[in-house]
């Protein structure tokens, strides 16, 4: 694996652990990043909404998760997790006013955690927004 590779992976799999961790808060709730975790967070304007709300129903239902806020023409890294289990973890390109946007579709039930970061300082990545999703069986 090239160094590139290595510390992407990294970074993604860092992001995701961050993510189950706080899965098990509660009902999907829309939410602005609160820094970066080692006591030097600053506020973000980014915000993740799920269209349409939740909870969902478990095994395939398609819903999509919108973010603002964020820098333009930029990656935005993106983990989630379930019931604080570790993790998956892909990139995103903001748009030229810093919208994001991706489908999901619903696995397993439980508590789903999906967070949004950003480089804003030079490698340092910082949640900027997440949003807990609830997945139950009906």
């Not at 991706?102 to 439980?110: H, L, Q, R, V």
């Amino acid at each position: 694996m090239s160094k590139g590779r290595g510390t992407v992976f990294i970074a993604v799999a860092a992001l995701a652990a961050l993510l189950l961790g706080v899965l098990a808060a509660g009902p999907a709730v829309a939410g602005k990043g609160n820094g970066n975790g080692n006591g030097n967070g600053h506020q973000s304007s980014a915000v993740l909404w799920t269209d349409p709300s939740n909870p969902y129903p478990a095994h395939g239902f398609d819903f999509e998760v919108m973010g603002s806020g964020f820098n333009p023409d930029s990656v935005v890294h993106v983990s989630f997790g379930r019931d604080g289990s570790c993790c998956l973890a892909f990139n995103v390109m903001s748009d030229s006013e810093g919208d994001i946007s991706f489908g999901w579709t619903t696995g397993e039930p439980g508590m789903y955690r999906f967070a949004a970061y950003q480089d804003l300082k030079g490698n340092h990545w910082d949640v900027h927004a997440e949003i807990y999703v609830e997945v139950a069986e009906q």
